[in-house]
């Protein structure tokens, strides 16, 4: 069995700043962790594989640097790591970086082993969109199973593989063949620790790095920024807010009856919008 | 796990970098493992780099290393509550090629000391921590247990330059741990300003520096100072003090470190501020004398792991990149030589070390910090206050005759202290100094 497991290196928002003086995001320094969501897959393979044999390949997209996260990747246990990285892919939204994604993982079915499963995050902590695995499902024509969280079956020989998957209002029991692609939620497991030997073989690790043309993407003019439709108009911070409170002492109903009268009397309107309302049922 | 190496280094600091780097740069095998999640992460210093013993490891290091500010002017500052003497010294030889000393945000700059370590071959492992060295029967050091799966790992010879506190080495009955009187427990905090509001109240322009230490009531009668330090877009703004005194006293660090930011010297430099970080550090300050065992069979200790900080010229970081250099240097020798890490044979380190300003500089003021530490209420309480008042009495022009001023000024100073105190403080010092 063959596992690509999809990570992304990304700033650590707990450690975002904004600059005091001119508002913005100071990226500079910031230190860039795996997208948290992404352990969880991770996790899951490494499980998947320890269960069942084969092997797990971790894939990113990014700069150079990205090589940390994928060398931290294979301290927990994983196999292999590629990076694709190239000039082509800057600027990449997510349509662009589904398709440089799915081009890759196609080309490392052909390079080391045909691919089974397809994890990634449930969504990225930088970007929060939650489209890229999707994306990716729908380019390779993979069975799309989104937010699961938990494996219930995988039956390699009869290609199948069950879970679960939250939905809204409960969960869904799903069957479906393989290849598939997963988006795993969080919390569904913990990440683990590597052993000493994983981590020294991670250490050493040959990473395997590939270009655009290396990875087979059949046409650049759909990576990077010029296959990206989407356009980042202003990125800010939200100005702090200086809301007028009053402090109340509470005493029983008399409290009820005066926070009522001083929100009818703030909210004029307030009234006849109730009214409005009412009359709508 | 049966895999050996030539050497283990534990921990990614000043002294671990530079003697990973040194004996990996020599063919060396070499692993370094630290606890931290990437070199750096869990290292705190005020923080100022002294290039000489960088430029020993990597003469090029001003081209990429991450480095804040070249200093070019430093205040010595006495203090009492309301006041501060000082002696400024700023001159514009320090605006050279290559500066001497520059500010740094240990963060950054251990990340970057340490790719050059990776870069020259060495093994860095992070967020992996030494349990405990391993002995053979014999009780020479064969390697280490890490706090992973499988964690043994093997070496002919372990560096220990794990920090002030030598938790490994104390572990293993190899030293002694630090005595109370022998360290001060520093706190810091990163204040965030514009860098040209910063250069502004720093008469500063461009990347040039400024550096404060400040001693005086401040530390309440301890042994102590404080610090401020100029980085481009922040100031590092810090108090430490004597372990056993701040036990014996009950002063908490936080304490003294907001009184120093409130005194109306310091505030005006802060103002409009913002602290995004904190931090709080032990610095060996016991000098030559608290020095502990430096080698032994099959293990060498560099750095501060070694107490080798020089507390009276706030020296710490050179010390251990250049006893990390020399221990390598030391390993690298012995191997080239195909001998054994004895420790008849790892003595040739602290040869080194005694045949360099090192050693010398320690054992020149070995008698420093128990002459600070025992006359604390003087050198910190009873002196400043004593200049303060000689200076407004100095200054205040208010009608009194100049002879009768310094009367008053004689008379001040020996009902604060007796003349044989006096002289005795003096001579103590002067003893202390040579």
Known sequence: MHIVVCIKQVPDSAQIRVHPVTNTIMRQGVPTIINPYDLFAVEEALRLRDQHGGAVTILTMG??????????????????????????F???????????????????????????IVFTGKQTIDGDTAQVGPGIAKRLG?????????????????GTIEVDRRAEGGVQALRTK???????????????RGSLPDALRAARAEIVVWSAEDAGIPDVAKCGLRGSPT???????????????????????????????AMFTQRPRLEADLATLVRGF | MTEKFDAIVVGAGMAGNAAALTMAKRGLKVLQLERGEYPGSKNVQGAILYANAVEKLIPEFREDAPLERHLVEQRFWMMDDASHTGLHYRSEDFNEERPNRYT????????????????????????????????DTKGRVIGVRTDRRDGDVFADVVVLAEGVNGLLGTRAGLRERPARENVALAVKEMHFLPRETIEARFNLKGDEGAVIEAAGTISRGMAGMGFIYTNRESISIGIGCIVSDLAKTGHA??????????????????????????????????GYKAIPQLFGDGWLVAGDAAQLNNAIHREGSNLALASGQMAGEAVAELKGRGLEPTAKNLEIYKTRLVDSYVMQDLKKYKDMPALLHASSQNFFLTYP?????????????DGTPKVEKEKRTLRSVFAARSITGLLGDAVRMARAWR
């Open chain 1, 63 to 88: 700069p150079p640097m990205a090589e940390e996260s994928l060398r931290k990747a294979m301290t927990f246990g994983a196999d292999r790591a590629v990076l694709l990285t190239d000039r082509f």
């Open chain 1, 90 to 116: 800057a600027g990449s939204d997510t349509l662009a970086t589904s398709y440089a994604l799915a081009s890759a993982i196609a080309k490392i079915g052909e390079t080391f082993e045909p691919v089974d």
């Open chain 1, 142 to 158: 993979l069975a799309q199973l989104t937010y699961v969280s938990r494996v219930a079956a995988l039956d390699l020989a009869g």
């Open chain 1, 178 to 192: 393989l290849p598939c692609l997963i988006t795993m939620l969080e919390g569904t497991n913990d990440i683990r």
């Open chain 1, 231 to 261: 356009v980042v108009k202003r990125v800010f911070a939200p100005s702090a807010r200086a809301e007028k409170a009053a402090m109340v002492e509470p005493d029983g109903a008399a409290t009820a009856d005066a926070l009522i009268d």
């Open chain 2, 104 to 135: 740094i945000i240990r963060s950054q700059f251990d990340r970057w000391f340490s790719r050059h370590v990776q870069e020259a071959g060495a093994l860095v492992l992070c967020e992996t921590t030494v349990l405990e060295l391993l002995k």
């Open chain 2, 253 to 286: 660090p936080y304490e003294l470190l907001e009184a120093f930011k409130r005194h109306p010297s310091v505030a005006p430099l802060i103002e409009g501020s913002e602290v995004k970080e904190y931090a709080a550090h032990l610095i060996p300050e016991g």
């Open chain 2, 385 to 397: 206050q004593l200049v303060s008042k000689a200076m407004q009495n100095f200054l205040r022009v």
